[in-house]
């Protein structure tokens, strides 16, 4: 069965966003590191759908550029009635049935982008199988926290050969749920 990945950053202290969903801390320009794109090109050569959550796409529509994963089966979850776009398609009834079905369909794996709502929602319901969480070397103190509150308590195992750690600090770890 194909597998569900979260592929995500993080603070060190577990926040995905400052308070107002705002990932500027992210994208500091000290971070970067020529040719180096943290995994990101070889990781979406295995996956060929996204889920996020109608706040992280609201967030990746905010971005000043088109919409990234044109080539890719997007789909946004919110609990209200959303229209579909040329890009995403928007679910918003029995979504752990949704999720779970579309496991079992073929294809390559599964993008969980985000963010911390729905992140828990798929943890929850037992349906994530691997986390690749890059940590980035600030401290927030608040924000948006990479499991939202509501999430039940879940032990992960470490996945000891794909780990990595850059040289601009960011820890890169691997876990199967
Ligand atoms: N650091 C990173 O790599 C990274 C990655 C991804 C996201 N983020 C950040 O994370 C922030 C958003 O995270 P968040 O936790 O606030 O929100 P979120 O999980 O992105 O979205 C929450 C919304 O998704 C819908 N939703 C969640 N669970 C649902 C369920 N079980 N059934 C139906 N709908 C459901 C609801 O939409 P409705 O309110 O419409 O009902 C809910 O308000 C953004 O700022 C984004 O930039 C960061």
């Known amino acids: 069965m194909r597998k569900i990945i979260l592929y995500i950053a993080a603070s060190t202290d ?3 966003a400052r308070p107002d969903g705002n990932i500027d801390w992210l994208h500091d320009k000290k971070y970067n590191i020529p040719d180096e794109d943290f995994g990101y090109t ?3 050569q295995t996956i060929d759908t996204t889920l996020m959550g109608r706040k992280t796409y609201q967030q990746v529509m905010g ?3 088109p919409f990234p994963y044109p080539d890719l089966k997007n789909y946004v979850f919110s609990r209200s009635e959303q229209q579909d776009t040329e890009h995403v398609s928007f679910v918003k009834n029995a979504v752990v049935d949704f999720i779970e079905k579309l496991k079992e369909q073929p294809g390559k794996d599964i993008w969980l982008i985000g ?3 729905l992140n828990a929602t798929v943890l929850n319901a037992g ?3 691997e986390i690749i969480l890059t940590y980035i070397p600030i401290v927030l ?3 948006i926290p990479l499991f939202s509150a509501d999430t039940e308590e879940h032990k992960l ?5 794909e780990n990595k750690l850059y040289r601009n600090g960011f820890l890169q770890v691997r876990y199967s749920c």
């Open 141 to 143: 103190g608040k924000g």
């Open 42 to 44: 070889a990781f979406l």
């Open 63 to 65: 971005f000043d550029m």
């Open 115 to 117: 963010g911390g709502q």
């Open 157 to 161: 195992k470490l996945i000891p050969t």
């Open 14 to 16: 577990g926040f995905i």
């Open 127 to 129: 349906l994530l199988d």
